[in-house]
């Protein structure tokens, strides 16, 4: 299965911008493109700046929530422009365009690449939905990028990544969402069972939802994972004699 690229915007503010990442898009071979609420019209400014991404914008999807942007994605890949580098900050940890570009030689799968609005980004609750999350690193006197120039570079980071994976990497590793998504309701369910102290229980799903994304893990290493957590979770355990203890 080989990777399948789709961009969402987040309630863009302008539609010049809206244009110019369609022809960001058309640049590097990426065709689908979702918008989410947007606040602006698309008109004759995004159409005259999407060049040859016209058929990109033309055919671009809007829907009204995030949600319905991302729904089968296999890994959402967010963006921000605040870098975290060692912290126990789990929702803000974040990979430079580079080293995504190097993770994304060896995938397949859905993958959903998230921009936030031109005024103020993803939000919390919208960071938290991504797998993993790339900070572009700038100059602290501007730190921000435009929407479409920092488009372009997470699309020239994952076309030369996925360029690069043609010729170096045999053994793809498959994304499988679904996979992941009932290893993160067993490691809830273990945590409920062993009476981790509930208000961390978020950010430790949290904390695991980054490092699968990380991790590119295969549906063979989920399945070993899984297998782990159900006999945890479902076998009696044993007592020193190794006799299975009955309640």
């Not at 299965?1 to 789709?6: G, I, K, S, Y």
């Not at 975290?84 to 959903?112: C, D, F, M, N």
């Not at 921009?115 to 100059?139: K, Y």
Request: with cysteine; hydrophobic share 45%.
């Amino acid at each position: 299965m080989p990777v399948e690229l789709t961009v969402v915007l987040l309630r863009p503010k302008e539609d010049g911008n809206v244009g110019a990442v369609a022809r960001a898009m058309s640049n590097f071979d990426v065709s689908r493109l979702v918008i989410v609420a947007p606040r602006a019209k698309l008109g004759e400014e995004a159409r005259r700046r999407a060049m040859a991404g016209l058929r990109i914008l033309k055919e671009a999807k809007v829907v009204s929530r995030v949600e319905e942007a991302i729904a089968d994605a296999d890994l959402v890949i967010g963006t921000t422009d605040l870098s975290t580098g060692r912290t126990e900050s789990y929702l803000r940890r974040s990979v430079t365009p580079e080293e995504w570009g190097h993770l994304a030689g060896g995938i397949q799968g859905k993958v959903a690449l998230l921009f936030g609005p031109e005024d103020n980004g993803l939000n919390v609750g919208e960071l938290a939905r991504c797998d993993l999350i790339v900070w572009i690193p700038t100059s602290p006197a501007s730190p921000t990028l435009n929407l479409s120039h920092a488009a372009a570079v997470l699309l020239y980071a994952t076309y030369l990544g996925l360029a690069g994976s043609a010729l170096q990497r045999t053994e793809p590793i498959p994304l499988r969402a679904r996979e992941k998504e009932v290893f993160l309701g067993l490691l809830a369910k273990a945590m409920e069972q062993f009476r981790y102290p509930r208000h961390k229980r978020k950010n430790m799903l949290l904390l695991y939802r980054r490092l699968l994304g990380r991790a590119m893990a295969s549906e063979h290493e989920y399945t070993m994972m899984m297998g782990l957590f159900r006999r945890i979770l479902y076998q009696p355990p044993r007592n020193a004699k190794g006799r299975r203890r009955t309640p």
